[in-house]
C-alpha cells in the first residue's frame, strides 16, 4: 500500500510563508499520476489548492494563485507546495493527494495556521 507522509505545516503571520513537503512511500508504479494538495478549512468543504501530473501540467485554486507554488520530484516521489503571502483565508489543514489509474491516495494531513 502506499502511504503519503506530510511535513511543513505550522503558526505564521500573515504575509509570511511555509513550504509542505509530501513524501510517497509504497507501490505507486504508474508512469502516469497526479500529486496535489487540497485544504479544508472549519465549517467548509475540502478544496483543491493545486495539481501537478507526471509531466508537470499544473493547476491552481484561483485563490491562489500567484502566490503558492506546487512543484515535484518524482525520482523521490515527493510534491512541494511553496507558500508565500500567506493570509488568515489560507487557515486550514492541508491534505496531500496522489491520483493514478484505479487508485487514490491521502495523507493524514497538516494544520497551517495564518494568524493577523
Known amino acids: 500500500q502506499v502511504q503519503l507522509v506530510e511535513s511543513g505545516g505550522g503558526l505564521v503571520q500573515a504575509g509570511g510563508s511555509l513550504r509542505l513537503s509530501c513524501a510517497a512511500s509504497?507501490?505507486?508504479?504508474?508512469?502516469?499520476?497526479?500529486m496535489g494538495w487540497y485544504r479544508q478549512a472549519p465549517g467548509k468543504q475540502r478544496e483543491l489548492v493545486a495539481t501537478?501530473?507526471?509531466?508537470?501540467?499544473?493547476n491552481y485554486a484561483d485563490s491562489v494563485k500567484g502566490r503558492f507554488t506546487i512543484s515535484r520530484d518524482n525520482a523521490k516521489k515527493t510534491v512541494y507546495l511553496q507558500m508565500n503571502s500567506l493570509k488568515p483565508d489560507d487557515t486550514a489543514v492541508y491534505y496531500c493527494?496522489?491520483?493514478?489509474?484505479?487508485?487514490?491516495?491521502w495523507g493524514q494531513g497538516t494544520q497551517v495556521t495564518v494568524s493577523s
Open positions: 501537478i501530473t507526471s509531466g508537470s501540467i499544473t
Open positions: 509504497g507501490s505507486i508504479f504508474s508512469i502516469f499520476n497526479i
Open positions: 493527494n496522489v491520483v493514478q489509474p484505479g487508485q487514490n491516495y
